[in-house]
């Protein structure tokens, strides 16, 4: 098959859903010979937050001469997005023939009467297996949904687990406490593993080092109080590593942009400093290099500064009290013209309450995904909430460059769904041409 056929075919897969499981895959990967078996992988689950330590992890890691792998989800604006090496996406034509090798072990499956692996499943495995066959020295393994019966889940032995932030989110899936959801995070620790746990709420905290010992893994703990908040502003921070390490950091500079990045980018030095002690060739140069000069598309992004555009992946409740904290510390009391939309089965209420007093103006989208709430329902649900402010409601998102003048001091922010977020950024290229 072709690129276009290869993108057509996982699309059509999520007529299978998303089964929480590890049989399916677990029996495609032995057909592609346990590719996961001969990769050192550093593997991380969370509610928030894992995809930045992704990002950042990654980058110090290729500062530091290795080949590295990368696997995340969902992709903004190209599916390819999702697979990289050494921050190249996956090219067009190697999905085309990874993809065409992993559907003859599905047919294989299929005409023996086994289920069709769901599109996460499909992809898991391909990249499993493409960074194999590219011999990459470390892969980062960016859990799908939850952690235990992922299907990232099918690594025995990672050299590293890293939970990130633990907060609700998927609840119907993972459960209604912080309990319940640490534990289906903490389903990624292996018998004998090493784990670092970002400094998360105490109920969370203490599942999981429950799961670590009753697992017998080597749990570390971030301390708040080892990094500190020299200055921040729009164009990046200073940060001061306060605790004694084996790379001498003590002040460096972080491009990324939130008061949450303070303490992934604390878990990322300890997983750091964990790697170094284990015999990886990490130095302090490696970590001040990549963090100065690290990008993170989507979230908390300065897409424009004329005009001063900001788009934000939050999509939950957490990510959305990260953005209104943000808002008020980069532009202090200056209201926003506001885009926003969300999947419906978010804590939409929540959003609303911390949201509409930043704007002056709302404009609604619908995320280009089956589970969204329409522009339209959310208007409407706005309305309900404060009769006063402007909101309008958007048919298309093609609409967006028209709303937007460049000439103006306005502060223009998309906030919400990632599915939305990557629709945005890529209509919002018509402003820059």
Known sequence: MNYKEAIEYIHMTNKFGSVLGLDNILNLLDRLGNPQKDLKVI????TNGKGSISTMMNKVLMEAGYDVGLY?????????????????????????????????????????????PTEFEIITAMALYYFKEKNVDIVILEVGLGGRLDATNVID???????????????????????????????????????????????????????????????????????????????GSELYYKKEN????????????????????????????????????????NIEKALNNIHFNGRFEVYSKNPFIILDGGHNKEGVESFVDNIKLYLRDKKIVLFFGMLADKDIDSA??????????????????????????????IKKVDNH???????????IPDLIDKNSDETYAFVGSLYMIGEVRTILKKLKN
């Open 352 to 381: 609303l309450k911390k949201l509409i007093p930043l704007a002056k103006k709302i404009y609604t989208l619908t995320p280009n995904n089956n589970r969204a709430f329409t522009s339209k329902d959310m208007y409407e649900k």
């Open 246 to 285: 084996t790379f001498g950091l003590d002040k460096f500079s972080l491009s990324l942009l939130g008061k949450n990045q303070i303490y992934n980018v604390l878990t990322v030095i300890k997983a750091l400093e964990v790697l170094k002690k284990d015999g990886y060739n990490i130095n302090k140069c």
């Open 157 to 235: 032995a990672p050299i590293l687990e890293i939970i990130a932030s633990i907060s609700f989110d998927h609840t119907e899936y993972l459960g209604n406490t912080l309990k319940q959801i640490a534990y289906e995070k903490g389903g990624i620790i292996k018998e004998n593993s090493k784990v670092i746990l970002y400094p998360s709420h105490k109920e969370a905290l203490n599942e999981l080092i429950r799961i670590s010992k009753e697992k017998n893994a080597s749990y570390y703990l971030t301390n708040k109080g080892d990094i500190e908040l020299i200055k921040t502003d729009i164009n």
């Open 389 to 399: 402010i402007e909101v309008t409601y958007l048919n298309n998102i093609s609409e």
């Open 43 to 46: 593997h991380i689950a969370g």
């Open 72 to 116: 995340t989800s969902p992709f903004l604006e190209k599916f390819n997005e999702r697979i990289k090496i050494n921050n190249n996406d996956i090219p067009d034509e190697d999905i085309a023939h990874y993809l065409t090798e992993v559907k003859e072990k599905i047919d294989e499956m299929t005409a023996e009467g086994l289920n069709h």
